[in-house]
């Protein structure tokens, strides 16, 4: 602790909060959670073995697909720490530095994520709209060149969030909202102006809806493109190679938006229901992708199943 000045005392602890209500029960509800992290972080570096080792999976598509699983295996690592130790361990406490990087990264790996699914729309909009020169667009340099883009865009979006918040003081309150430290969730404990962060925040979150109009764009276009087919079976087929894509789509957004309007709409719902939405968004994409992609990609499949049963015979 140091003096800020004669009345007020900066904090140098905040406190995480778990299931309120079912503090005895988190031993239990830790078990669930173990699985979901040991699932996800074995799912997506499943996909980063296969995709660097496999010869033919050194395509555009599996490419970017390997940038969705690092930022979901990001996504994983940044909020396990803080979580296993609130439910195996019953300790909340974090000291503000370690709060202020655990949300750099959680912010930083979920601004990657959105636009790793924003670039995957393009993707499927070249080769569905313009397959002749897929390849020739979509070279392996120009592909590492975009994903070294967009991650340098990240990281100077989510950078003023720690360091803003290091400049604000904490005299008052200490409890978060949730397993894991965000931005507005820290924010909300100043006891000096957090004006800029108010407005940095929206900044940020309208970023990340103008990657999701941009998606939206992006199918527009390849539903335009996907009519002109006069085969109806050749029309699902190619709307087939945009299944796992779109429910990547949707599992990333849809508890962002729900978690949004339960704020917005529903401010004086349990607490737990908010709880819930916000372990969702950070614990299901993670889990869920490797396993869509897995079933949709018969290339990625059949790998997998040949692993297996390379290890039964």
Same mark, same amino acid.
């Given at each position: 602790?140091?003096?800020?000045? @004669? ?5 140098? *602890? ?12 988190? #031993?239990?509800?830790?078990? =669930? ?11 997506? /570096?499943? #996909?980063? $073995? $296969? ?8 395509? =555009? ?67 569905? /709209? ?8 979509? *070279? ?5 060149? %975009? ?10 979006? #989510? ?14 309150? *200490?409890?978060?909202?949730? @397993? ?7 924010? !909300? ?13 929206? $900044?940020?979150?309208?970023?990340? *809806? ?15 493109? +996907?009519?002109?087919?006069?085969? &109806? ?20 957004? +849809? =508890? %962002?938006?729900?978690?949004?309007? #339960? ?5 004086? @719902?349990?607490?737990?229901?908010? %709880? ?15 396993? +869509? ?5 018969? &290339?990625?499949?059949?790998? +997998?199943?040949? !692993?297996?049963? &390379? !290890?039964?015979?």
């Amino acid at each position: 602790m140091f003096t800020v000045n @004669s009345s007020e005392t900066e904090i140098s *602890t905040f406190f995480l909060i778990g299931i309120p209500g079912m503090e005895h029960a988190h #031993i239990w509800v830790s078990i =669930p959670i173990c699985l979901m992290y040991l699932i996800a972080i074995l799912g997506n /570096c499943t #996909i980063l $073995f $296969f995709i660097k080792t496999e010869p033919s999976l050194h395509e =555009p598509m599996y490419y970017f697909l390997s940038m969705l699983a690092l930022s979901d295996l990001g996504l994983s690592l940044s909020s396990l720490p803080t979580m296993l130790r609130i439910f195996l361990f019953n300790a909340p406490g974090i000291s503000p530095d370690a709060c202020f990087a655990q949300e750099f990264f959680i912010h930083g790996f979920s601004a990657m994520e959105s636009s790793v699914l924003l670039i995957m729309s393009f993707d499927r909009f070249i080769a569905i /709209c313009n397959p002749l020169r897929y390849t020739s667009i979509l *070279t392996s340099a120009r592909v590492t060149k %975009i994903g070294l883009a967009f991650s340098f865009k990240n990281v100077l979006l #989510i950078l003023p969030f720690p360091l803003t918040l290091k400049h604000l003081r904490y005299c008052k309150k *200490t409890l978060l909202s949730h @397993s894991y430290c965000l931005h507005q969730d820290v924010m !909300k404990l100043a006891c000096s102006d957090n004006k800029v962060n108010v407005i940095y925040g929206l $900044f940020v979150a309208v970023t990340g *809806t103008l990657d999701l109009g941009f998606i939206f764009m992006s199918y527009m276009m390849i539903l335009k493109a +996907v009519l002109s087919i006069a085969s &109806q079976k050749q029309r699902l087929k190619v709307l087939n190679t945009c299944v796992s894509h779109i429910c990547a789509v949707l599992i990333f957004y +849809v =508890p %962002i938006f729900s978690l949004t309007v #339960i704020y917005r709409f529903a401010k004086h @719902s349990s607490p737990i229901v908010r %709880i819930f939405m916000a372990d969702v968004f950070l614990l299901v994409p993670p889990l869920m992708n490797p396993i +869509v992609y897995c079933v949709k990609s018969q &290339q990625i499949r059949n790998m +997998v199943l040949g !692993k297996l049963c &390379q !290890k039964h015979s």
